[in-house]
């Protein structure tokens, strides 16, 4: 399975993105995606997971509200919208499913 990320970028506080983790391998429609960041000197902090069906999320305490995680299985991809940013979201966002990772996205958020 490979995993790549995008839609990292520099935002406002109070701005939004979407990123988007496209999968390969055929395995996408049957596993739970999870969406993972990693502050600048910090260690892994898990955001968000969605099961294989699309209808079991849940989201770390520090983004629910602000974040929604969704996936296209027709597109083997899974997104997470991120609005309200707040500079302490700045971080390396990981996809992950089960024991693979992709390469990561940067998001930064600052004035």
């Known amino acids: 399975v490979q995993l790549v990320e995008s839609g990292g970028d520099l935002v406002q506080p109070g701005g939004s993105l979407r990123l988007s983790c496209a999968a390969s391998?055929?395995?996408?429609?049957?596993?739970?995606m999870t969406w993972v960041r990693q502050a600048p000197g910090k260690g892994l902090e898990w955001v968000s997971v969605i099961d294989d069906s699309g209808t079991l999320i849940e989201y770390a305490d520090s983004v629910k509200g602000r974040f929604t995680i969704s996936r296209d299985n027709a597109e083997n991809t899974v997104y997470l919208q991120m609005d309200n940013l707040k500079p302490e979201d700045t971080a390396v966002y990981y996809c992950?499913?089960?024991?693979?990772w992709g390469q990561g996205t940067q998001v930064t958020v600052s004035s």
């Open positions: 391998g055929s395995t996408f429609s049957t596993d739970a």
């Open positions: 992950n499913i089960g024991t693979y």
